[in-house]
C-alpha cells in the first residue's frame, strides 16, 4: 500500500517543479511584455497586422486547455474518478505553456485590455486548484489534516464550479481583445449584449442541467422550477428597473425600454413566485418565466437597428426567444401536464423538452453576435445574415452538446442505473432495471461501479483514516473496475 503511494510520487514532484518555474516565469514574462501600444491608429485599439502563430497557438491551447480539459476535469472530480488529476494535470502544463505565448505574441498589436489584466487572477486561481488539488493528492488524513480536509475539499470543489464562469469570460474578454472591439463608447452596448447573451445561455444550462440530473435535487427542495426561475427574473427585475437609465437625468435612446422590461420582470416575476405553490404549500408549475421569456424576446428584438444585416440577426433573435417561450409552454401544459418531469427521477426525459433550454442557447448567441461593431464589421465584409445566423445556431449546438456529454459523464455515475429505475434513492436494489437497454456486461459493470460509488459517499473521512487498507483495496476494486 506504501509503495501504491509512493508510486505516484515522481509525478507530483513533477507538477511541484513546473508549479515554481511556472511562478517565476509569470513574474519575468509580465516584466519582459511591454510592447503594448506600438502600431495602433489613432481611435483604434489594434494594430492593422495580422495575428500572428504564435497568438494563434495560444488561443487553440486555450481553448482546449480551459474549454474542453477543466469543465470536463471538474466533472471527473465531482465524481470522484481517477481520471481527474492526470486530466487537470495535463490541462494545467497546457494553459502555463500558452500563457507564455500569450505574452510572447508578435504580429498585432492591443491596447491594454481586460484579456490581459484579468490572466495573472486566472493563473493565479488555477495555481491555487493546483496547490490544493496536490495536498489533496497526498492523502495526508490524520491529525490537524485530517481535521482542516473536509474544508479543504469544498474549497477545490466550490473553486473548480466556478471556474467555468471565469472561463468563459476570459475567453469573451479574450475575443474582445483579439477584434479591438467593446472599447471606449462601445462597451456599454458590449456589456448589455454579453451580460444578457450570457444570461439566457446560463439559464439554458442550468435547464439542461436540471432537466436531465436535477429532478431529485428539485423534488428535495420542496419548491417548483418556476419558483427558482421567478424569483431570479423578479431580482433581475428589481436590478435594471434601477440601473438602466440615469434617474433624475433625460430619458435617452433606448433607456425607457430597458427600464420597462425591468419592470416588467419583477412585476411577473412576484406572479410567477405566488403561482408556484398549490393551496396546501406543495409545489406546481406556472407558465409566467415563459411569458417573460416571450415578452422580452419580443421587446429585444424591435429595437430600432441601424443596419440591414442587425435587423435580420436581431428578428431572428427575437423569434428564437419567443419559440424558447412557447416551446416551454408546450412542454409544461401539454406535454407534462403540469408535471415536474416524465419519470421521478427525470431519467429519460421527453425529446421535445431538449427544445427550451436549446433555444435559450441560441438566442443567447444570437444576441452575443449582434452588437453594433459585429454587425459592421461582417456588413463590411459581405457576410450575409443567414450564414452568420447559421454559424451563431452552430456554436449554439456545439456548447449544446458538450454541455449534455458533461451531464452524461456525471449521470452516468450518479444515476448509474439508467432510464427504467424510478428513484435514485433505491439504487442498487433495483439493479436490475438498468440492465434493459444496455447489454448484460455492461449494465453489471455499471452496477458494481454504483455499488462502489455509494460506499465511496457514505465513509467518512474519518472511517476512511482509520481503515485505509481496505479503502486502498477499494480504490484498486475500482481502478479494475474502471479498466474493465
Ligand atoms: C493537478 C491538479 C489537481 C489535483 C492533483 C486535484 C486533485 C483532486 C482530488 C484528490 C480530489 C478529490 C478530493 C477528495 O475527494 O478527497 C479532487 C476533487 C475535485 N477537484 Fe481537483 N485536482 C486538481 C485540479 C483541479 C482543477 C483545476 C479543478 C477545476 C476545474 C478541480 C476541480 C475539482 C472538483 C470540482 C472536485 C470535486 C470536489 C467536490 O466534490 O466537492 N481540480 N481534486
Ligand atoms: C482562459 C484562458 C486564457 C488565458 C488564461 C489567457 C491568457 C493570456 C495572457 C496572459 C496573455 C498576455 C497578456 C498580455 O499581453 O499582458 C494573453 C493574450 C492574448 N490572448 Fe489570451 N488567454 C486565454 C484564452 C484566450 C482565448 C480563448 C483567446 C481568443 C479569443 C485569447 C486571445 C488573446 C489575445 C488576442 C491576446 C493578445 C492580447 C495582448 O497582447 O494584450 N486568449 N492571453
Redesign the pocket.
Known amino acids: 500500500m506504501k509503495t501504491a503511494r509512493l508510486g505516484r510520487a515522481p509525478g507530483m514532484g513533477g507538477?511541484g517543479i513546473t508549479l515554481a518555474v511556472a511562478v517565476v516565469g509569470f513574474a519575468a514574462a509580465a516584466r519582459a511584455h511591454e510592447h503594448h501600444g506600438e502600431g495602433i491608429p489613432e481611435g483604434k485599439f489594434i494594430s492593422d497586422d495580422p495575428i500572428d502563430s504564435i497568438l494563434w497557438t495560444h488561443i487553440l491551447i486555450q481553448i482546449v486547455a480551459w474549454g474542453i480539459l477543466?469543465p470536463t476535469?471538474?466533472v471527473l472530480?465531482?465524481i470522484?474518478s481517477r481520471w481527474?488529476?492526470p486530466v487537470?494535470?495535463t490541462?494545467?502544463v497546457l494553459a502555463i505553456l500558452a500563457y507564455f505565448l500569450g505574452h510572447a505574441h508578435k504580429g498585432r498589436q492591443f491596447a491594454p485590455n481586460m484579456h490581459a489584466k484579468f490572466a495573472s487572477a486566472m493563473m493565479l486561481v488555477?495555481l491555487s486548484?493546483?496547490g490544493l488539488?496536490?495536498y489533496?493528492?497526498l492523502h495526508l488524513e490524520r491529525g490537524f489534516n485530517g481535521r482542516i480536509r473536509p474544508y479543504i475539499?469544498?474549497a477545490?470543489?466550490i473553486v473548480?464550479?466556478i471556474?467555468p464562469v471565469l472561463i468563459w469570460t476570459q475567453f469573451v474578454f479574450g475575443g474582445f481583445a483579439a477584434l479591438g472591439f467593446c472599447f471606449g463608447d462601445h462597451t456599454g452596448q458590449c456589456l448589455a449584449h454579453f451580460i444578457m447573451g450570457g444570461a439566457f445561455i446560463a439559464y439554458g444550462v442550468i435547464l439542461t442541467i436540471l432537466l436531465l440530473v436535477g429532478q431529485l435535487w428539485l423534488r428535495r427542495t420542496g419548491r417548483s422550477q418556476e419558483f427558482f426561475d421567478s424569483l431570479v427574473i423578479a431580482a433581475w427585475g428589481c436590478v435594471n428597473t434601477f440601473t438602466e437609465h440615469r434617474w433624475g437625468g433625460e430619458w435617452v435612446g433606448n433607456d425607457l425600454q430597458h427600464t420597462s422590461m425591468g419592470v416588467i420582470w419583477w412585476c411577473a416575476g412576484l406572479v410567477g413566485i405566488w403561482l408556484s405553490r398549490r393551496r396546501d404549500g406543495s409545489p406546481k408549475r406556472n407558465l409566467i418565466p415563459a411569458l417573460v421569456i416571450i415578452l422580452t424576446g419580443f421587446g429585444m428584438s424591435a429595437h430600432p437597428q441601424h443596419l440591414e444585416l442587425s435587423n435580420h440577426v436581431h428578428t431572428m433573435f427575437g423569434y428564437t426567444l419567443m419559440a424558447a417561450g412557447f416551446t416551454r409552454i408546450i412542454e409544461i401544459s401539454i406535454l407534462l401536464r403540469d408535471k415536474g418531469a416524465t419519470t421521478r427521477d427525470g431519467s429519460d426525459p421527453n425529446s421535445f423538452q431538449y427544445l427550451p433550454p436549446f433555444l435559450l442557447y441560441a438566442s443567447g448567441f444570437l444576441f452575443m453576435g449582434a452588437t453594433e461593431e459585429q454587425m459592421k464589421l461582417l456588413s463590411d465584409a459581405h457576410v450575409t445574415h443567414v450564414s452568420y445566423i447559421l454559424l451563431l445556431y452552430s456554436i449554439a449546438f456545439v456548447l449544446f452538446l458538450f454541455v449534455n456529454m458533461l451531464v452524461h459523464l456525471y449521470a452516468v455515475h450518479a444515476f448509474p442505473l439508467g432510464p427504467v429505475h424510478k428513484d435514485a434513492d433505491a439504487a442498487g436494489v433495483e439493479a436490475n432495471g438498468g440492465l434493459a437497454g444496455n447489454g448484460h456486461l455492461r449494465g453489471d459493470r455499471r452496477v458494481r461501479d454504483a455499488e462502489e460509488f455509494e460506499l465511496e459517499g457514505l465513509i467518512s473521512e474519518d472511517e476512511r483514516a482509520e481503515d485505509e487498507d481496505e479503502d486502498e483495496e477499494g480504490k484498486v476494486r475500482r481502478n479494475g473496475a474502471a479498466r474493465a
Open positions: 507538477i477543466f476535469g471538474m472530480g465531482i470522484r481527474h488529476v487537470q494535470t490541462g494545467a488555477l486548484q493546483v488539488g496536490i489533496l493528492k475539499v469544498k477545490h470543489g473548480g464550479k471556474m
